[in-house]
């Protein structure tokens, strides 16, 4: 039975869902990376929110962990790099707590505008200073939205009800998605310009921290108002402050910080400021749609191979994966066998689909492919890691799809390109289910790839295969299986036998001494 750890408080819905699919769950929260690393090793699954950090160190003692999910949207508490490497899929809940972060926005919009949390701290202080506290109105105010994905975009919507105009700052938004948002796209220093509040609603990456930086505040309007309820470290916390004490700046809240847990920060206390401790997704409604979520998608990769909003894998429904099954075995088992046939370094590899299986989601069975291509050189390749490795080694990889009708009901064909040229073997699925070798190298043969296998090519000649049964004979080996094919009479031969042990290397060049042989080696599978 799969095993899963969540880490970080999390509704006990989570829990639920996992004991219901058949998955042990532990909830252990509030631990040093030292006691997490000290315990990840017993662990399938990993469950957290923003506070568990995965780290490599994390990643490196987590010696069963095949998945981590994250009941939520931001990733950057996990070494994604470094899961990839290690074959661990990593996933979020995108839109669980969408509607709640940007309500969250909205919330801090009108806290600035109205400058709430002061008015309610000195009413209830017994001040009564009517005449301290003079808000705006948010009707007719420009908001300028920095950012506009899923987040982003409700917050475009719901400032569109306020009676606000938004224009927007994504270099992804199309403007055919920007007409449908109802907003205006301009570029990062209209938006700076025009804009009396801006809201910022991106991950944070090389090209986002620090996107208002001092020179960026600088171009702002005067009295513009800030809120981040993203990445701390899209802002730069002193140029807030500095524009916050001059007065510039009418106004900032932060639900994120550059440091997290801020306990302390330069911001507090400053006149005009704002915060919450992280708050954005913190709503009952969020969390039960995330916990839900992540541990529906966590239970489906574990208990069937569903993959489900995965950050370093493509997606395949626990609908399609056990139809995927047999032909992730199929595609593994080519990929070995050209892995292993092939010397010298590959420059490319295409993975082509006929029949039946050009209606597969394909990524997939690539995957799969260059899993079993690669593992030959590896034993820690997976499906997840092996396109990474595959990029870094700088292989190219194509995927084709044929409509066409072929000899067979489903095709699975992979081609290798080396330096004596392309290499190409192909596979079909019998009764849907079995994988079967059907071609080698241009050679038919119909071969089951299994266990130990021993692979001679020689020349077609009378005599040859009672030979080397009496070879095998001799060296006690037992033949399992014993497959044949050639070009043509008298051309080239091929030979694929499951033997019952390893083929060891004297007998392997006892094969290769015997007249005709051109060629032969041991396979594993
Ligand atoms: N405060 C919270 O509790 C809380 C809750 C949920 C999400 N978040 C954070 O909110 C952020 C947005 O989440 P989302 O679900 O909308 O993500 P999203 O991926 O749907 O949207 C992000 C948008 O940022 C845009 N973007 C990327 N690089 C950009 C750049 N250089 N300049 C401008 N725009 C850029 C992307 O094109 C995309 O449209 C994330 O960082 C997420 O972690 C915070
Ligand atoms: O990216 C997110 O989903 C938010 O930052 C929420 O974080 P939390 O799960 O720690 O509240």
């Known amino acids: 039975?799969?095993?899963?750890?969540?880490?970080?408080?999390?509704?006990?819905?989570?829990?639920?869902?996992?004991?219901?699919?058949?998955?042990?769950?532990?909830?252990?929260?509030?631990?040093?990376?030292?006691?997490?690393?000290?315990?990840?090793?017993?662990?399938?699954?990993?469950?957290?929110?923003?506070?568990?950090?995965?780290?490599?160190?994390?990643?490196?003692?987590?010696?069963?962990?095949?998945?981590?999910?994250?009941?939520?949207?931001?990733?950057?508490?996990?070494?994604?790099?470094?899961?990839?490497?290690?074959?661990?899929?990593?996933?979020?809940?995108?839109?669980?707590?969408?509607?709640?972060?940007?309500?969250?926005?909205?919330?801090?919009?009108?806290?600035?505008?109205?400058?709430?949390?002061?008015?309610?701290?000195?009413?209830?202080?017994?001040?009564?200073?009517?005449?301290?506290?003079?808000?705006?109105?948010?009707?007719?105010?420009?908001?300028?939205?920095?950012?506009?994905?899923?987040?982003?975009?409700?917050?475009?919507?719901?400032?569109?009800?306020?009676?606000?105009?938004?224009?927007?700052?994504?270099?992804?938004?199309?403007?055919?998605?920007?007409?449908?948002?109802?907003?205006?796209?301009?570029?990062?220093?209209?938006?700076?310009?025009?804009?009396?509040?801006?809201?910022?609603?991106?991950?944070?990456?090389?090209?986002?921290?620090?996107i208002l930086s001092a020179d960026n505040l600088a171009k702002t309007k005067a009295g513009v108002r800030i809120i981040n309820c993203a990445r701390g470290g899209l802002i730069d916390e002193a140029a807030l402050k500095a524009g916050l004490d001059s007065g510039h700046i009418g106004g900032a809240a932060l639900d994120v910080f550059v440091e997290e847990p801020a306990k302390a920060s330069p911001l507090f206390g400053t006149p005009n400021f704002v915060s919450t401790p992280h708050l954005g997704a913190s709503t009952s409604e969020a969390q039960v749609n995330v916990a839900i979520q992540v541990a529906e998608q966590m239970a489906d990769f574990l208990v069937s191979g569903g993959v489900t909003n995965a950050l370093n894998m493509p997606s395949l429904s626990a609908e399609e994966a056990p139809k995927l099954k047999p032909y992730m075995a199929l595609a593994e088992k080519l990929g070995s066998l050209v892995g292993q046939l092939s010397h010298g370094a590959l420059s490319g590899i295409s993975v082509e689909v006929e029949g039946a299986a050009a209606a597969l989601n394909q990524k997939p069975i690539t995957g799969a492919v260059l899993a079993g291509l690669m593992r030959v050189h590896s034993d820690t390749v997976n499906m997840v890691n092996a396109p990474f490795l595959a990029k870094e080694r700088g292989l190219d990889v194509r995927e084709v799809r044929h409509d066409r009708e072929g000899d067979y009901h489903t095709l699975l064909r992979v081609t290798v390109r080396t330096q004596a040229g392309d290499r190409s073997v192909a596979g079909t699925l019998f009764g849907n289910q079995a994988p079967r070798l059907v071609e080698l190298f241009g050679i038919k043969v119909e071969a089951d790839l299994a266990g130990h296998m021993l692979y001679v090519v020689n020349e077609d000649a009378p005599g040859f295969i009672g030979r080397l049964g009496s070879l095998l004979g001799e060296s006690g080996v037992n033949i399992g299986t014993f497959h044949l094919g050639r070009r043509d009479a008298g051309g080239e031969a091929v030979l694929l036998l499951s033997v019952d042990d390893a083929v060891t290397s004297d007998l392997l060049t006892k094969v290769k001494a015997l007249p005709g042989v051109k060629t032969a080696m041991a396979l594993a599978f």
């Open 1 to 210: 039975m799969p095993k899963v750890l969540i880490s970080d408080k999390m509704d006990p819905k989570a829990a639920e869902i996992f004991r219901q699919r058949g998955v042990e769950v532990d909830e252990i929260t509030g631990k040093t990376p030292d006691e997490l690393a000290a315990m990840i090793g017993d662990y399938d699954g990993l469950a957290i929110r923003s506070s568990t950090k995965v780290t490599k160190a994390i990643l490196d003692a987590a010696t069963n962990l095949k998945v981590v999910g994250r009941a939520g949207i931001g990733v950057d508490n996990v070494d994604i790099p470094a899961a990839s490497a290690k074959g661990v899929v990593v996933m979020n809940t995108p839109f669980g707590n969408s509607i709640t972060t940007a309500e969250h926005a909205i919330a801090l919009m009108f806290a600035l505008a109205r400058q709430l949390p002061e008015a309610d701290a000195s009413t209830q202080a017994g001040k009564w200073e009517k005449n301290r506290f003079m808000g705006v109105e948010l009707t007719s105010k420009t908001l300028g939205l920095i950012g506009a994905g899923n987040i982003g975009s409700i917050v475009a919507d719901r400032a569109q009800g306020l009676k606000m105009k938004v224009v927007a700052f994504d270099p992804f938004l199309t403007p055919e998605r920007a007409v449908e948002m109802g907003v205006e796209k301009v570029t990062l220093d209209e938006l700076l310009a025009r804009a009396d509040f801006i809201t910022l609603h991106t991950p944070l990456t090389d090209q986002t921290r620090n």
